[in-house]
């Protein structure tokens, strides 16, 4: 079984369709482990604000079925099958992290850059799997998290009192 970590975010009817993608994630994949919520601006665009978290499952697909699954359920929730970069989006699934697997390959990067580049992923990751390293390094998420602190101004981000595995 390999670990997955993913970033959900969500700027439209965002505590639906966050619910509606964790809900076709545990059909598929069992058991889901959720980091807090985070409200964080809008990034690059202009537009309402995002809510992000990342969450966690284990499999034994391979990556570019994780990756062909991410794609059908975002194309479920309305994503449009080319939506530019920098746009409103009824669901983002990112696919960060699978096991300690580093690689390049033409539809996925692995570890995802964005890890070590946004606030709103880094921290997350480093609070649902602190002790847990990067692949290719000797890192945990906590020291990297640490080290990013230390170097730049976090994109602000407010926890939110809403936890994605209960109904509102």
């Known amino acids: ?8 975010g969500s700027n439209i009817e965002r505590k639906k369709n966050i619910q509606q ?5 545990r059909d598929h994949y069992g058991n889901i482990q959720c980091s807090s919520v985070y409200e964080t601006k809008s ?16 499999t034994r ?6 990756k062909s699954f991410l794609r059908s359920i975002e194309l479920q929730q ?3 099958v080319n939506a530019q970069k920098f746009k409103p989006r009824t669901i983002d699934l990112d696919f ?8 390049d390959e033409p539809d996925y990067q692995l570890p995802r850059e964005d890890v070590l580049v946004f606030s709103f992923v880094l921290e997350p990751l480093s609070e649902l799997a602190p002790d847990t390293k990067y692949p290719g390094s ?13 170097h730049h101004t976090p994109v602000a ?4 009192a809403w936890s994605p595995g209960k109904t509102d």
Request: hydrophobic letters at 45%.
């Open 96 to 103: 960060l992290i699978y096991g300690d697997l580093v690689c």
């Open 78 to 80: 309305d994503r449009p």
């Open 21 to 25: 993608a964790l809900s076709s994630l």
């Open 138 to 150: 000797d890192k945990t998420f906590s020291e990297l998290w640490q080290e990013f602190l230390s």
């Open 61 to 66: 697909e391979q990556p570019a079925e994780v």
């Open 157 to 160: 981000a407010t926890k939110i």
């Open 43 to 58: 990034y690059g665009f202009e537009g309402d604000p995002f809510y992000n978290l990342v969450a966690r499952f284990e």
């Open 1 to 8: 079984m390999s670990v997955v970590y993913l970033g959900i």
